[in-house]
């Protein structure tokens, strides 16, 4: 594992795989030999991206499937195309991880619904307007620290310290609002296109919506899902989120999430909630 100034380190391709060795600038707050979600779901989703790329096809939807723990060791991503068609298609990435023993154990998988565009901006609407104030009207800190219950390691910690946030003022009720931008390429060597970084931050709503305690309550999410109504733009990432919590030791986080042009798209993330047991 390197502390290279990027997420991944690129180690070339093998047939259908790339392969990619993760800094330490990925580490989770949850585990130090474990990736956090974020720089996962931005290489799966810049392998989805990237697999032959049309411009008049788009992503609409997105959702990342989290099967394992994500280590440290190399990682191998392979993109395969699972349903074909001139306007509609649905494409795969999968993020495998090298054991000891030499082979790979898949840990998160990504399917992307990629369809051809039409001009319908005559109908154009959303169901929310834009996050404001802008990042440009906010003060900026690295990582969350003082972002409600979300501090101590968990602000600065890994990914999260990698990443520059400016929150809203508090409106009072269930969920927080924060803009974030990565300050790290996703690759080493590669420019880091809008899309990519969008998908880098985006899982870091399960923190920015809990309302529970870090420290006491443990909320990984298992999956992160992502319809979108138009590609993002800029550096910038907008997120309006809410946790719901219910009896049964889950929940989930809704997001809205924004560029500094409007509404983008809204997120949903599968909750394990649990108490952390005092040691």
């Known amino acids: 594992m390197s502390d290279e100034r990027a997420y991944y380190l690129p180690l070339g391709r093998d047939g259908a795989h790339e392969h990619f060795t993760p800094t330490e600038n990925t580490v989770s707050v949850w ?34 499937d989290i099967l394992g723990a994500i280590g440290l060791g190399e990682n191998r991503v392979e993109t395969t195309v699972l349903r074909p068609g001139r306007q509609i ?53 690295i990582g969350f620290s003082g972002l409600g219950p979300l501090t101590g390691d968990w602000g600065t910690k890994g990914f999260v310290g990698t990443l520059e946030s400016r929150t809203l003022p508090d409106n009072g009720g269930d969920g927080r609002q ?26 870091v709503a399960n923190g920015v919506g809990s309302r529970l305690e870090f420290g006491k309550w443990s909320f990984m999410n298992t999956d992160t899902t992502v319809h979108l109504y138009r590609q993002p733009v800029g550096d910038w ?43």
Do not use: C
């Open 237 to 279: 990432t907008g997120i309006d989120a809410r946790m719901a919590v219910g009896p049964g030791g889950y929940g989930m986080t809704g997001a809205d999430l924004f560029d500094e042009s409007g509404a983008v798209a809204r997120s949903a993330q599968t909750l394990l909630i649990r108490p952390i047991q005092p040691r």
């Open 178 to 203: 924060v803009w974030v931008r990565p300050l790290l390429p996703l690759v080493a060597g590669e420019q880091t296109t809008d899309a990519e970084k969008f998908f880098t931050v985006l899982d």
């Open 89 to 141: 298609s649905l494409l795969q990435s999968e993020l495998s991880v090298r054991r000891s023993d030499g082979s790979f154990r898949p840990v998160a998988r990504a399917q992307g619904w990629r369809l051809a565009t039409d001009d319908i901006s005559v109908v154009e609407h959303y169901p929310t307007g834009g996050l404001a104030p802008g990042p440009q009207d906010l003060e900026g800190t």
């Open 31 to 64: 585990g130090d030999e474990l990736q956090h979600g974020g720089p996962p779901i931005g290489l799966l989703a810049r392998a989805l991206f990237r697999h032959n790329p049309d411009p008049a096809h788009e992503f609409s939807r997105i959702t990342v």
